[in-house]
């Protein structure tokens, strides 16, 4: 059997990543009572999200002219008219700079062709198969050291680990890497603020999925990279550089978007001890505690989008070449579509489905791995841990951020 590639640490490795990000991200507590006095002055605001939430600056897109989009209709309306309101402007001084050529950095009709073979990976059919091959191995392995205990700090234990071990597991990753892969994976991201580490982050995960995909090529088994590596859609593969890009972009879109979701869930869950207990004694009810919770604090409060020609919505002017801040935060927390919408409640009714993996061409890929992952993490958490409350000589969880948000400690109590 041919070894597998080594992924390359940093060169300085003094460098942690995790703390920058949390720098870049900021620590606003609640973006929530600003965004519904934005609302009420219009659907169109001049200025960008990032200023009107935190100090750290911009230093891609500080200078550009920007617009944010606020109001159920009016994120929808961008997400789905992706004539107007492209992509690939958007995202290339960005995540592009980080990921290379992905999906997200695409407009049709490139979009179009890729996305249908990256979507063909993650269909419903496909990723049932993996919560018990693949998702539930991970918990267990994650939740046995805390078992006897009693308590936890279920984010620093728990919930920023296993997604990331998911798609490890999924690309059959060396344990014993997986800390170097998380560190730059996160790395890889910091290029938009600036970071020379981003930008080696993404060359030597580029190096590393190069590598992975020759052999793979070669020898074929039954994981997601030699699926991805030899699938074909209309008789076309994927071209080296979409997929190495889509494999940079997966560590963070699958890994980081799922440990905030399901983080946020557990909060919502935890902090409304009668939510917790009907969805204990009743696991139907997970899936609508699960989109309750990305829609409350959806994980991903804000995206880019850029305005190709003059237009407008609501009556309200966005000019060509415009830089849009499409806040789907604002979306969720909307009261003409969801009354009391601050208000976390698994029983609500609604009328509109939240637009926490967003809509249109782009929407989210893994969202039926993500609901996958958060059913299953969740299950084994309620059957392995007794009578799971918050830790009521510990802080209460507080969710943080201004773009994606997380509470930084989950401490939670248990009988064992
Ligand atoms: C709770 C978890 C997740 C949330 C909240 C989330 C959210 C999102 C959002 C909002 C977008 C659209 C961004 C935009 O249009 O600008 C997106 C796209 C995407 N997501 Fe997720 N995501 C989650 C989990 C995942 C997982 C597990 C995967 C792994 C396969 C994934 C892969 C992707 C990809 C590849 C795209 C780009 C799609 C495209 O541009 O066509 N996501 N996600």
């Not at 990543?17 to 929530?32: A, M, N, R």
């Not at 539930?136 to 728990?158: K, N, Q, S, T, Y």
């Amino acid at each position: 059997m041919t070894a597998l590639p080594k992924l390359e640490d940093l060169t300085d490795q003094s460098f942690d990543p995790f703390q920058i990000e949390k720098l870049s991200t900021g620590d606003c507590p609640d973006p929530y009572p600003r965004l519904h006095e934005l609302m009420a002055q219009g659907t169109v605001i001049e200025g960008s999200y990032r200023k009107e939430f935190t100090a750290v600056p911009d230093v891609q897109m500080g200078h550009l002219p920007q617009v944010m989009v606020l109001g159920y209709d009016a994120v929808l309306h961008v997400l789905t008219h992706p004539e107007i309101f492209r992509n690939k402007e958007a995202f290339a001084p960005n995540l592009g700079r980080s990921f290379g050529n992905t999906v997200t950095v695409m407009d049709a009709p490139e979009h179009t062709r890729f996305r249908k073979i990256f979507q063909k990976a993650f269909l419903p059919q496909v990723v049932s198969k993996w919560g018990e091959t693949i998702v539930d191995p991970v918990v267990a392995r994650l939740m046995d050291p805390f078992m006897a205990r009693g308590e936890a700090d279920l984010i620093e234990e728990f919930t920023h680990h296993y997604p990331f071990q998911v798609i490890y597991a999924q690309v059959e990753l060396d344990p014993a890497q997986a800390p170097v892969f998380h560190k730059l994976a996160i790395a890889q991201i910091l290029s938009s603020i600036g970071a020379p580490q981003g930008q080696e982050a993404s060359g030597k995960l580029g190096t590393f999925f190069a590598e992975l995909l020759r052999q793979k090529r070669g020898n074929p088994g039954g994981d997601l990279i030699s699926h991805l590596a030899t699938v074909e859609a209309d008789g076309e593969r994927l071209p080296d550089d979409v997929l190495i890009s889509f494999l940079r972009q997966l560590m963070n879109a699958g890994g980081d978007t799922t440990y905030r979701g399901t983080s946020v869930l557990l909060t919502g869950l935890l902090t409304h001890p009668e939510q917790l207990k009907a969805v204990t004694e009743d696991r139907s009810l997970i899936p609508q505690a699960i989109d309750e919770a990305l829609r409350w604090e959806g994980p991903v409060a804000s995206t880019f989008r850029y305005c190709a020609v003059d237009t407008e919505i609501n009556g309200q002017p966005i000019k060509a070449g415009t830089f849009v801040n499409t806040v789907i935060g604002s979306a969720n927390r909307d009261p003409s579509k969801f009354p009391d919408p601050d208000k976390f409640d698994i029983f609500r009714k609604n009328t509109v489905r939240h637009l926490a993996f967003a809509s249109g061409p782009h929407l989210c890929i893994g969202q039926h791995l993500a609901r996958v992952e958060m059913t299953r993490a969740l299950n084994a958490l309620l059957d392995r841990l007794p009578n799971l409350r918050l830790d009521p000589d510990k802080p209460a969880p507080a969710i943080v951020g201004h773009l994606l948000r997380v509470p930084e400690h989950l401490w939670v109590k248990f009988d064992t």
